[in-house]
């Protein structure tokens, strides 16, 4: 009961690229780099299973940000020429490159760190994709003209690395989806439907990430502006229920998320966020236990996983680590409860 996971993200070694950042700077390049992320993504798995974490994932430590280091790997993308564009509904400014031809994927995108992770660790394995509706969220199109049909496009080429990584040995393939909890009309109209392309054929575990956002300053205030309860995935949870995806993962400490809503999950494994990734007060284990205690009642206990709100890519290190050790204790803290 309660197993632990991460929603995907840790930070990265200092040696490895700039710290306490959500765009950071490589420290290396060429071949140095390519090594590096490897060393860094072998400490991300061991440095879980030292917490306890019984699905562990590489820890992201190959890709500079979830969104582009996927995008890096997509043609038909000009780089070179980056427009700025509010994202998430206007919440913040981006520069993010345009679209300007039919998109294509340029060989595998995460085989290397995946392959490595599985071959260094017995413990199941969780490889994160950014979704379909964030990726559209988070470029500009001169191509496609029409954001579903764009959308779609690159749910197929996440369906051609998913494939590829299932067969890497990936146990849980994760999207993540911060824009399923800003066009919740949209979720339910393709957002979902553009997942679905994007797992299809696959016979491993799927999850969806959805939450409020890293803990950076614009989604901070943007959170001040949603009022005493947040009832976002109060839309959405329905249409995921019936949806084909195994897993939800959501947001759930200290969010004003009204605990109740997890019920319209229900029939999915919930991935109950227990760490709060926008504070830097460690949580103990006993917060972490007591959040997975109250969604108990409306999440059947075997179907409650125990994770984080978010990532912790942009989090200082030795904070990370200490809130991973209270995941694991507090989920152990927690099946104690229940028996
Ligand atoms: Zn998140």
């Not at 995806?245 to 919930?270: M, R, T, W, Y």
């Amino acid at each position: 009961m309660f197993p632990t996971t991460i929603a995907g993200s840790l930070p990265k070694p200092a040696w490895l690229a700039e710290t306490n950042k959500l765009w950071p700077s490589w420290r290396l390049a060429g071949e140095e780099l390519a090594a590096a992320k490897l060393d860094a993504t072998l400490l991300a798995v061991k440095e879980q299973e030292d917490a306890g974490i019984d699905i562990v994932s590489d820890g992201e430590q190959s890709r500079q940000h979830f969104v582009h280091g996927f995008l890096e790997f997509v043609g038909g993308i000009d780089f070179a020429h980056k427009v700025e564009i509010g994202i998430r509904n206007d919440r913040y400014k981006a520069m993010v490159p345009t679209v300007t031809g039919a998109l294509t994927l340029n060989g595998r995108v995460h085989a290397a760190e995946a392959r490595h992770a599985r071959a260094h660790t017995a413990k199941k394995l969780k490889i994160t994709l950014p979704g379909p509706m964030t990726i559209v969220d988070t470029i500009a199109d001169r191509h496609y003209g029409d954001k579903v049909k764009m959308a779609f496009a690159i749910a197929d080429l996440l369906n051609t690395e998913a494939r590829a990584l299932e067969a890497d040995g990936v146990d849980v393939l994760q999207f993540d989806e911060p824009a399923f909890n800003v066009y919740m009309d949209d979720v339910k109209a393709w957002g979902i439907e553009a997942l679905h392309r994007a797992i299809a054929g696959l016979s491993c575990t799927t999850a969806v990430h959805i939450c409020y956002g890293y803990g950076i300053k614009a989604n901070v205030d943007w959170k001040a502006t949603l009022g005493g309860e947040w009832r976002q995935y109060e839309e959405t949870f329905p249409a995921l229920a019936a949806s084909r995806i195994d897993q939800v993962s959501v947001e759930c400490i200290n969010a004003k998320v009204p605990i109740e809503l997890l019920k319209l999950l229900d029939g999915k494994d919930v991935i109950v966020g227990a760490i709060d990734v926008a504070s830097d007060t460690v949580e103990t284990p006993e917060e972490v236990a007591r959040v997975l205690a109250d969604a108990s009642a409306f999440v059947a206990p075997e179907r409650i996983i125990a994770g984080t709100n978010c990532g912790m890519a942009p989090m200082r290190r030795d904070i990370a680590l200490a809130k991973l050790a209270a995941l694991g204790k507090g989920a152990a803290l927690a099946r104690g409860y229940m028996r």
